[in-house]
T-cell receptor, first 109, second 114 residues
Framework: GQNIDQPTEMTATEGAIVQINCTYQ??????LFWYQQHAGEAPTFLSY??LDGLEEKGRFSSFLSRSKGYSYLLLKELQMKDSASYLC??????????WGAGTKLIIKP | NAGVTQTPKFQVLKTGQSMTLQCAQD?????MSWYRQDPGMGLRLIHY???????DQGEVPNGYNVSRSTTEDFPLRLLSAAPSQTSVYFC?????????????FGSGTQLSVL
């Protein structure tokens, strides 16, 4: 079957750096996405990786290794507003998105 | 642009009742979809549409119907509500730019079936 694994919850300190990992086993691969979801709100798009390597967007970076079925989202200079769930999703060979359950990130002052 | 407008935000139903969740987008996106989100699980695709007049089933379609008569609207119908359909529902639309398919989500509907 298809599977996306990410940690259920992580805690980090304001101003620090945190890395959220995502491993996947899917039938085919056509891109990996990261979304941010604040409590009670809709997910919003953060990043997209289809080739191996690091994509940087301001304080957020996303890395992909297709051979290892692995991605991570790196958040730098953490702010309290970064407290949210982070969803990893993979587009499979049928171009359908398979979603992880999300990682709840708690930022402490 | 309003983006994706989804109504209602909250709904309580009794078992066996039917209802329609409304979804409209003003971004001229061809692709629209409905997801449900349950605690401890990833988003699960219910139905999707790649354009007006075209719909298809996702991972968990049973108990739900959709139609797509216009590019803008994609309503989701619960035929006979069951407690297992208690969930948060999200409508989404998307475009593809250089393969980078960004989903734009509505604000969600929290549905409770008693």
């Amino acid at each position: 079957g298809q599977n996306i694994d990410q940690p259920t919850e992580m805690t980090a300190t304001e101003g620090a750096i945190v890395q959220i990992n995502c491993t996947y086993q899917t039938s085919g691969f056509n891109g990996l996405f990261w979304y941010q979801q604040h409590a009670g709100e809709a997910p919003t798009f953060l990043s997209y990786n289809v080739l191996d390597g690091l994509e940087e967007k301001g304080r957020f970076s996303s890395f992909l290794s297709r051979s290892k079925g692995y991605s991570y989202l790196l958040l730098k200079e953490l702010q309290m507003k970064d407290s949210a769930s982070y969803l990893c999703a993979v587009r499979d060979s049928n171009y359908q998105l398979i979603w992880g359950a999300g990682t709840k990130l708690i930022i402490k002052p | 642009n309003a983006g994706v407008t989804q109504t209602p935000k909250f709904q309580v139903l009794k078992t066996g009742q039917s209802m329609t969740l409304q979804c409209a987008q003003d971004m001229n996106h061809e692709y629209m979809s409905w997801y449900r989100q349950d605690p401890g699980m990833g988003l699960r695709l219910i139905h999707y549409s790649v354009g007006a007049g075209i719909t298809d089933q996702g991972e968990v379609p049973n108990g739900y119907n959709v139609s797509r008569s216009t590019t803008e609207d994609f309503p989701l119908r619960l035929l006979s509500a069951a407690p297992s359909q208690t969930s948060v529902y999200f409508c989404a639309s998307s475009y593809s730019e250089n393969g980078d398919e960004k989903l734009f989500f509505g604000s969600g509907t929290q549905l409770s079936v008693l």
